[in-house]
């Protein structure tokens, strides 16, 4: 079981694409647990950002956990290029292809830990075959592709039934889109582990100025705890 206390992972979709390396240092300084990297595709979702160069270029600015979330199918052909390239957690959507268990294979052999991602239309039927086969399980709240997007409720009911299903295996449960203050208490209740949080951590700040980073990382990870 992991230890519960939440972690937030702050997207670089929503940081200053020029500035990926300063604004990494900048918004772990702030406070971020992990930094996450959506990488799409324009294929499996219909958003294109970056590849295995860009998240091997970032590598070095990362002094905590790389979290590589694959909006991408296929996935198998790139794994041990994201694995190659630095990556700590390496997330695969198990909507992605027809072998998903092969491909938690893979990134485990790649030496990555292994996430699964899973769709807000998606339910966890096919969850029970794969529970101990992965580190994280990624419920997303709103559709994959874009940041910014409007929070689904639905998904807290699903994050509820995933929390028991997982029982006292060491799985992260991750929250993907439309996190704010508002809306990460009530993941933390339905037994979150790590929020995701791009547009609600980078606004109002800069490299020149990044203590907004850390107000908002502040206002996210107290919500979550029942402080605010």
């Known amino acids: 079981m992991s230890d519960r206390s939440i972690k937030i992972a702050p997207s670089i979709l929503a940081a200053d694409f020029a500035n990926f390396g300063q604004e990494i240092r900048a918004v772990e300084a702030q406070g971020a647990d992990w930094i996450h990297v959506d990488v799409m595709d324009g294929h499996f979702v219909p958003n294109l950002t970056f590849g295995p160069p860009l998240v091997?270029?970032?590598?070095?600015?990362?002094?905590?956990?790389?979290d590589v979330h694959l909006m991408m199918a296929p996935v198998d052909p790139y794994i041990d290029a994201f694995a190659e390239a630095g990556s700590d957690i390496i997330t695969a959507h198990l909507e992605a292809g027809p072998h998903i268990h092969r491909t938690?294979?893979?990134?485990?052999?790649?030496?990555?830990?292994?996430?699964?991602?899973?769709?807000?239309?998606?339910?966890?039927?096919?969850?029970?075959?794969?529970?101990?086969?992965?580190?994280?399980?990624?419920?997303?709240?709103?559709?994959?592709?874009?940041g910014g997007q409007k929070f689904i409720h639905s998904q807290i009911d699903k994050v509820r039934r995933l929390r028991e299903m997982i029982g006292d295996r060491p799985i992260e449960i991750e929250i993907d889109g439309g996190i704010t203050p508002e809306t990460a208490p009530l993941m933390?209740?339905?037994?979150?582990?790590?929020?995701?949080?791009?547009?609600?951590?980078?606004?109002?700040g800069s490299v020149e100025d990044p203590a907004p980073?850390?107000?908002?990382?502040?206002?996210?990870?107290m919500a979550a705890d029942g402080v605010l």
């Open 188 to 204: 933390s209740a339905a037994g979150a582990d790590v929020l995701v949080a791009g547009s609600a951590v980078f606004k109002g």
């Open 213 to 221: 980073y850390g107000e908002n990382i502040r206002k996210i990870r």
């Open 56 to 66: 091997k270029a970032i590598r070095p600015h990362i002094s905590t956990v790389m």
């Open 104 to 146: 938690l294979q893979a990134i485990r052999g790649a030496g990555c830990k292994a996430g699964l991602a899973l769709n807000p239309g998606t339910g966890l039927d096919d969850m029970a075959y794969l529970l101990d086969m992965v580190d994280l399980v990624c419920v997303m709240a709103v559709n994959p592709g874009f």
